[in-house]
């Protein structure tokens, strides 16, 4: 537990107390022509006011507001389904919510998100058999199994399909059929660009550092598998062996550690300072500081653990940190900096982190409450940011574990 902060509580607050009622504030939200997104839909919202009435600060009556609006249209279990939107966000959010009174939607939501995990697997597993390179939207967070992984873990630790998208993840970091010893690139490295698809830009594919799309979600999933117990065969191993590769790539100058946030074929051994990234969640320093200090504690790699500890430290402490962060939101904003450096100061050894929170959360209530909300959502707007100074507030982390969604825990 970390020492409370009742200015970034009281910023929560009045936060959520704007996005009370749905029909409040639109024209900003209108119900967005995507309410079961996670990222910028209802249910997103939703995870604020279950995470203030799970601490006694708000009403859960509030939070069934928003879940009822997030469930107004038919639940997406298609294509487009995965933890950030349709049936594995919706379920998710009822999970987080802590209570029965959601029993039967939730065993529905269970099967639907089993069912189109296991037709994911299938795909996948199928594809390595091939030799074929990894796609994006296979493995990463927001689309892929790795995100599915965090559904499982969260709802049925124990269930098979939980191990068996642990294995997939294990089978992910070795060499593909055909292709042992002949190539120096990982087997996770992607053959389309950023965006996930081919790009001209990007002829020969991209390694991806970040959480949102790339490696560090692995290792930061496969981290939690080690300190819950669920490790299948070969897990360790398969963690080692992503470190093994981040560690080639970071750098630390004078400026502290840091870990790009993707590489391309024309990088070699050295990285030029130009691209050290902002120190955001979705690519940046905050979520592979985090993804790092998980894979040190998991390991028992104390200097692992601290070298992550030393990365979050100076990116709060950049002077260039407000020009680098100037938004709010969780995934390339303050919030994300925030959230991932309370969890880790949580964890650190040392009290040094928790006391560089105040400064970046004063910043952050400041600007929330000193502009009109026009993005309410949980990414990239309110939500999300008054859910990081919740959690700065009552020095607690979230009782409704919304932040597994960011695999910060």
């Known amino acids: 537990m970390s020492p409370t902060d009742p200015s970034a509580l009281a910023a929560s607050t009045a936060i959520a107390e704007a996005l009370a009622d749905p029909q409040a504030i639109q024209p900003a939200f209108q119900g967005r022509a995507r309410p079961q997104s996670l990222a910028g839909g209802a249910v997103g919202i939703a995870l604020l006011h279950i995470e203030r009435a799970r601490t006694?600060?708000?009403?859960?009556?509030?939070a069934h507001t928003?879940?009822?609006l997030a469930a107004s249209q038919p639940i997406s279990a298609g294509g487009n389904a995965n933890l950030f939107h349709g049936a594995p966000a919706l379920g998710?959010?009822?999970h987080a919510a802590g209570t029965t009174r959601y029993r039967r939607a939730l065993a529905a939501l269970d099967d639907t998100t089993i069912t189109l995990t296991r037709g994911r697997l299938a795909d996948a597993n199928a594809r390595i058999d091939r030799g074929d390179p990894l796609l994006m939207r296979e493995f990463d967070l927001i689309h892929g199994l790795t995100g599915l992984g965090v559904?499982?873990?969260?709802?049925?630790?124990?269930?098979?399909?939980?191990?068996?998208?642990?294995?997939?993840l294990v089978r992910l970091t070795c060499p593909l059929p055909g292709q042992r010893g002949t190539t120096n690139l990982p087997p996770w490295w992607m053959s389309v660009g950023l965006s996930g698809e081919p790009d001209s830009d990007h002829p020969h594919g991209h390694g991806n550092l970040g959480v949102a799309h790339g490696i560090s979600a692995v290792i930061a999933l496969l981290s939690l598998a080690v300190l819950h117990d669920l490790t299948t065969t070969?897990?360790?191993?398969?963690?080692?062996?992503?470190?093994?590769?981040?560690d080639?790539?970071?750098r630390d100058d004078d400026a502290g550690p840091w870990w790009p946030g993707y590489l391309t074929i024309d990088h070699t051994g050295r990285l030029e300072p130009s691209l050290r990234p902002r120190p955001s969640w979705c690519y940046g320093i905050a979520g592979a500081a985090r993804a790092q200090q998980l894979a040190g504690i998991a390991l028992g790699d104390a200097r692992r653990q601290a070298t992550a500890e030393r990365g979050i430290l100076a990116a709060l402490r950049d002077p260039t940190r407000p020009a680098l962060l100037p938004e709010?939101?969780?995934?390339?904003?303050?919030?994300?900096?925030?959230?991932?450096?309370?969890r880790m100061a949580v964890d650190a050894r040392s009290p040094v982190l928790a006391a560089e929170l105040p400064d970046l959360s004063g910043r952050l209530a400041a600007q929330l409450l000193g502009e009109p909300i026009t993005e309410?959502?949980?990414m990239d707007g309110a939500a999300g940011a008054a859910l990081a100074l919740h959690a700065v507030g009552t020095g607690t982390p979230p009782m409704s574990a919304w932040d597994a969604v960011l695999l910060l825990a």
Request: proline fraction near 5%.
């Open 66 to 68: 928003w879940l009822k």
């Open 92 to 94: 998710l959010a009822l």
């Open 328 to 342: 709010i939101g969780l995934c390339h904003g303050k919030a994300g900096l925030l959230h991932a450096a309370f």
């Open 234 to 246: 070969s897990l360790r191993d398969a963690l080692a062996r992503l470190c093994a590769w981040t």
């Open 56 to 62: 006694g600060h708000g009403d859960d009556t509030v």
């Open 376 to 378: 309410p959502e949980l």
């Open 151 to 168: 559904y499982h873990m969260h709802r049925h630790p124990g269930h098979p399909v939980t191990r068996d998208v642990l294995a997939y």
């Open 248 to 250: 080639q790539w970071r």
